[in-house]
């Protein structure tokens, strides 16, 4: 939404309900983009980062442990023998 800056002042409390819902809220100054209205986003304690990035590792730790060794993976395409089954 292209709005100049002018109209926007009367409508400023509904330009940030939909900045904040993800619409893109573009002010403009004499028919030319002048800025762009977007939301904050959160930012992370150290200790809560930290935490975060742990339980990834964690997560991600058990998955490449799971299933199949990557060496013997495909062995379910061969016989006993070695050869295509």
């Not at 998955?63 to 050869?83: E, I, M, V």
């Amino acid at each position: 939404m292209r709005i100049s800056v002018t109209e926007a002042k009367g409508q400023l409390t509904e330009l940030v309900r939909r900045a904040e819902a993800g619409d893109e809220v573009i002010l403009t100054r004499h028919g030319h983009e002048a800025v762009r209205l977007v939301p904050v986003t959160a930012v992370l304690e150290p200790k809560d980062r930290r935490a975060l990035l742990e339980q990834a590792r964690v997560r991600g730790s058990a998955k490449a442990t799971a299933g199949p060794d990557a060496a013997r993976s495909q062995d379910f395409l061969y016989g006993d023998d070695g050869l295509p089954s």
